[in-house]
């Protein structure tokens, strides 16, 4: 009688480990896992308020024209920046608008370039190989192409200086920006 009482009987073990079960579950749905805020990070172009850009991209600037502009400035030189172009969609998008207008900013600021804006739609086609192609006049100078990526909480920018008579990319550079997943 006495093992009787310690022991539970089966209908209550069951129940036992069925809500045992079900409150881990609500546990684990509710911890700060990465993997359980991937439902609600937003959007790219939500999350963008939050990080200091123009920062990043005076750095990018520097690091593209440093070295070639070094003690004299780019002033004569023009340099075609359209927006920049979701990897995975190569549409611009909202995001892509703010990263050009940011992008020109900064090269003219910073390396001091006469700025071609151009529409990245105008700006290149696609080649039969799928490869970005430039568009533009011959004797624009060279460009830009700025393209990024979210990744988990974090935002790649990707940006080179292409010359524009041979596509040869004279200088590139990416930057890593971490975003918030509230």
């Not at 927006?83 to 020109?104: N, S």
């Not at 086609?125 to 060279?142: E, Q, V």
Request: charged share 25%.
């Amino acid at each position: 009688m006495f093992f009787r009482k310690l022991f539970i009987d089966r209908r209550a073990l069951r129940f036992l480990l069925v809500g045992g079960t079900v409150l881990l579950f609500f546990i684990g749905c509710a911890s700060s896992n990465p993997f359980n805020k991937i439902g609600r990070c937003r959007n790219v172009d939500e999350q963008l308020s939050d990080v200091k850009l123009k920062k990043n991209f005076d750095s990018i600037a520097d690091d593209l024209c440093g070295d070639e502009c070094g003690e004299k400035n780019c002033a004569e030189e023009s340099i075609i920046v359209p927006e920049f172009a979701d990897l995975q969609t190569m549409v611009p998008g909202k995001a892509g608008i703010l990263m050009g207008e940011l992008m020109r900013s900064s090269l003219s600021t910073v390396c001091r370039y006469n700025i071609i804006n151009m529409k990245f739609s105008k700006a290149f086609t696609f080649s039969d190989k799928g490869l970005i192609t430039l568009a533009a006049p011959s004797d624009a100078g060279n460009y830009v192409v700025g393209t990024y990526g979210a990744a988990s909480n974090k935002l790649y920018i990707f940006v080179r200086i292409v010359s524009n008579p041979d596509g040869k990319i004279i200088k590139m550079t990416t930057k890593e920006v971490k975003l918030s997943c509230d």
